[in-house]
């Protein structure tokens, strides 16, 4: 296994213009493993409920997910509802029903613990920490997090800050933490906090990687219809761990691959409800897609 996965997983439901879901597959540990099996081999730590329908699980291990850390608690799984605005940039959460997440506490599987990269979902930092206390020596450790986070449990994330190489925030969330309102004054601050590597997403405007004193800027790929954003952060997230945990190389060109493979890949997750664009999509597809990105940048002074 090259890639350890920690996070949420459970049903979605989810308005858009375009239409309504209900108890679809979700959650953040679902989309960034299940775009990261195209790169690499994935272990998923995450907790369901005696409810969970055996057919997704069925086809999380078609994608070649390892699911010895998936843990089957007693009660409901993970129920998150929201509807989005007809801009589809905003959202409004309708309901959150914790249910066995409240009481999940990631233990890993002795085979997960030697994993050489990490993604640390946005789940509470306490329990990030406790990750954190039992893998060994992994060669890159990233970080997702949330406001809700930043403004609850500011300390015990500046203690897991200081432990990961990479974090995963949108623009309102870095300002949140940085207590900047411009995006570089804000890196730079969030640097001093422990990352070496920060990505701000920004939604359908694309995604910024600091590191080093270098930004790269990723465009988001152009689409006519973009029917469920959700999780499309992770399945980014998911694109672009995949791509280093296959590459093994951590240097500026590889970064600036994985921020593309993550847009590819954030790209499909957006052209349908919950995971069912990803559940058809060909490795073809995504090298034909990357291409596009290039085409997309590339220009010449002539």
Not at 93 to 104: E, G, I, R
Not at 121 to 139: D, R, T, Y
């Amino acid at each position: 296994m090259n890639l350890l996965v920690v996070g949420s997983i459970g049903f979605d439901t989810v308005e858009t213009p375009h239409g309504k879901s209900e108890k679809a597959l979700g959650g953040t540990a679902v989309y960034c493993s299940v775009a990261a099996s195209y790169f690499t081999k994935v272990g998923m730590v995450a907790a369901v409920g005696t409810d969970f329908p055996e057919q997704h699980t069925e086809f999380l291990r078609q994608k070649g997910i390892d699911l010895t850390g998936l843990m089957t608690l007693p009660g409901e799984t993970f129920h998150w509802g929201g509807r989005y605005h007809p801009d589809m940039n905003g959202r409004d959460t309708l309901f959150t029903h914790l249910n066995v997440f409240q009481d999940f506490k990631p233990t890993l599987p002795k085979s997960y613990c030697s994993a050489p990269l990490v993604f640390l979902g946005n789940i509470h930092p306490q329990l990030q920490l406790h990750v954190l206390e039992q893998v060994q020596a992994p060669k890159l450790v990233a970080l997702d997090t949330m406001n809700y986070w930043i403004e609850g449990t500011p300390d015990l994330l500046k203690e897991v800050l200081k432990k990961v190489d990479i974090l995963f925030v949108n623009d309102e969330e870095a300002r949140q933490l940085a207590g900047e309102m411009n995006l570089l004054r804000a890196a730079r601050k969030i640097w001093s906090m422990g990352p070496r590597i920060i990505v701000i997403k920004k939604g359908e405007h694309g995604a910024l990687l600091f590191y080093e004193g270098d930004i790269f800027f990723a465009p988001a790929y152009p689409l006519e219809n973009v029917v469920d954003p959700t999780g499309a952060g992770d399945t980014f997230a998911g694109g672009f761990m995949g791509y280093l945990a296959t590459s093994q190389n951590f240097d500026h060109n590889h970064l600036r691959c994985a921020m593309i493979y993550g847009s590819t890949l954030a790209s499909f997750a957006v052209e349908d409800f919950s995971i069912e664009k990803l559940r058809t999509l060909q490795e073809r597809d995504i090298f034909e897609r990357f291409a596009a990105f290039q085409r997309l940048t590339q220009f010449s002074r002539e």
